[in-house]
């Protein structure tokens, strides 16, 4: 278990000198982009971007080789259970039918359904390395001004940025508790049946909970004090002023999702690209 | 009802240690269930705790961060339309706020009853409307994947909050004081 919560450290890359607050609304506009569009030819693109960011960002792969395999089972188990739960969806969107074999009763590939897929395994794929790019490289202090930024409200910010800066602890509290009661005999592993292990997980996050309200009512009398919400803005000590790079990456991502929806409603008359007719 | 809604310095501690707290769950604490392949997520019982302590809008929003961070954690992207779904359930347990009498110690009975009814329809609401209708809009995911997954997920959401979320109001309840119990001798 990772104690730190994002392995943030700073290197002086050029995506690391931008301010928080680009790196989140050109976050926000390429995954809308890659969200939006099903056409293949965009998708690929955005990835090729999107992995050299990865690149200029000096991330190493031991960094995130965790996420990377979770993201492939998803992936894989996203693509299995579609072509299980709808082999034909690729014949509905693009209208025809193409058929390469037959697996067994309505379980047929199709070039449809293969292409189908295909988009979908690279639009799925192609936003974790700006996800993974965005969090590795924001200072958590800085990311809840750049929400404050985008027009969540403070308060809320102020929550987001609670939430990662308590959490480091919280995670260390429950590894405290989980040791204790299994010095105590409570049994985590499988061999337990399911009424137990219910059971004992309650007696690791009761403590938990409990713990937690009492630091609750503590910071936010400490917040109190300090006068915290008595204004309806607020200033923040981790703030970036924008520099000429903060407008090209803005400049850049902004094209990015223009052109995105600009190829949907001219060139392909909708959300997909069909190669079919 | 303006109560519901009121947003004070406790609300927003609140919302942001319980959605740390979330997370640890959503990531770390799963209970694998009888049914093969699914588990209880033990976060959505903390959800509906805090969410019945501290109002709907530190319900829905602890759920909403809660899920985004852990997501983003593990596959570098959130998932919008179960983020989104995942707050709109937070929300809706916290309209039980208030109902359950549970910071006057007098959780038992007849509000655990009505606990349980606003959480199972919030989890429906948001787990058969509101993530599958979005996993279409968003992802154009096939329609009865999308479907079977959110009915799965309604029904294991509601189990989790059934036990795990009532259990700590028990727990939470038996520390009030209760109203009136002290005798004038």
Sequence with gaps: MNSKLFSYNYIDTPVHRL??????????FLTFAVMFSYDIRVI?????????????????????????IYVAVFIITNAIITFFFSPEEGVKIYGTRHVLFKIAGPYVVTQEQLFYQLTKLFKYSSVIPLGITFLLTTNPSEFASALNGVGVHYKAAYAVSLTLRYFPDIQREYRNISLSQQARGLDMSKKAGFATRVKNALLIIIPLVFSTLDR?????????????????????FSKKPFTTSDFIALFISVLIFTGTIL??????????????I | MKDYFKVTTRTIVATGLGAALFMLLFMYVKV???????SLQTAYGLGAFFAVLFGPIAGGLIAFIGHALSDALQYGSPWWSWVIASGVCGFAYGLAYKKTGVEEGEFKGKSIVVFNIIQIVGNIIAWVVIAPVL???????????????????????????AIIGTLLLVAYNATRTQKGSLDKE
């Design chain 2, 135 to 161: 996993d279409i809009v968003i992802y154009k995911e096939p329609v009865n994947l999308v479907f079977t997954q959110g009915i799965v997920a309604a029904a294991m959401n509601s189990v989790t909050v």
């Design chain 1, 19 to 28: 301010s928080g607050l680009t790196k989140l609304i050109a976050f926000l």
């Design chain 1, 44 to 68: 690929l693109l955005v990835m090729v971007f999107s992995l050299f960011v990865l690149r200029l960002s000096k991330i190493k792969y031991r960094q995130i080789r965790l996420m990377v």
């Design chain 1, 216 to 236: 609750i009512e503590l910071i936010s009398n400490a917040m109190d004090l300090r006068g915290f919400g008595k204004h309806n803005r607020r200033s923040w």
């Design chain 1, 263 to 276: 190829v949907s409603v001219f060139i392909n008359h909708g959300r997909f690209y069909n190669p079919f």
């Design chain 2, 32 to 38: 694998p269930s009888p049914i093969p392949e699914t």
